[in-house]
């Protein structure tokens, strides 16, 4: 199983632009990249999913190099309500493997 | 996605009781949900993979006569907690996956607190 590692924890403020990062040396082929956001006291929510290069939605990018053995959230002007935990997950659901949460990283956003 | 519920939120019990947890899908059908516990300040952990109609898997180091997991519909999977222990302690999360999109679609968690 590839195993993530992503710093403990980061701080920043309102209106600046966040990048977490999270390494996969042993990332396999099949394997994709998930990201979950956890507020306190909730179950873990959905962010973003991709495989290589870029992939952008409605609240986040996700920047995957060539080699995939890292990968970089990006969390545009954040505010207050991002304040959470930031989950790295790698592998494929079908195979039963993209189920192990790391340490995660605590974000706390700043006024 | 999935809108997954659980229920109850919070419970506070006895040592030496037990006590349910249900987690419902409620607009997809499951054949498998997962079962998390997240201790404070940790991370999630995978307990057991629920089946419906079949066992559970359970991971290496959880009792399975402690945990008991029954899948016995398509959008219901429930965990006994069996002769509760202060070190049962601890915050549950269940989940629905969505295979095609590997994606894992979370219940709001349910607060165990044994006394």
């Known amino acids: 199983l590839a195993k993530t590692t992503q710093p403990i924890s980061m701080d920043s403020y309102e209106g600046q632009e966040v990048n977490i990062t999270c390494s996969h040396n042993n990332i396999a082929t099949n394997d994709y990249i998930t990201w979950y956001q956890q507020f306190p006291s909730q179950g873990p929510r959905f962010i973003i999913q991709g495989y290589k290069t870029k992939v952008t939605n409605e609240v986040a990018s996700l920047f995957i190099p060539a080699d995939r053995k890292s990968s970089t959230l990006s969390l545009p002007r954040v505010s207050l309500s991002d304040t959470a935990v930031y989950y790295c997950?790698?592998?494929?659901?079908?195979?039963?493997?993209?189920?192990?949460f790391g340490g995660g990283t605590r974000l706390m956003v700043k006024p | 996605g999935a809108v997954v519920s659980q229920h109850p939120s919070r419970v506070i019990c006895k040592s030496g009781t037990s006590v349910k947890i249900e987690c419902r899908s409620l607009?997809?059908?499951?054949?498998?949900m997962f079962w998390y516990r997240q201790f404070p300040k940790q991370s999630l952990m995978l307990m057991a993979t629920s089946n419906e109609g079949s066992k559970a898997t359970y991971e290496q180091g959880v009792e399975k006569d402690k945990f008991l997991i029954n899948h016995a519909s398509l959008t219901l999977s429930t965990l006994t907690v069996t002769s509760a222990h202060p070190e049962d302690s601890s915050f549950y999360i269940c989940s629905v996956p969505q295979s095609s999109y590997n994606e894992q679609f979370f219940g709001p968690g349910t607060r165990l607190t044994v006394l």
């Open positions: 607009d997809f059908q499951a054949t498998t």
């Open positions: 997950l790698v592998g494929e659901l079908n195979a039963g493997n993209m189920l192990t």
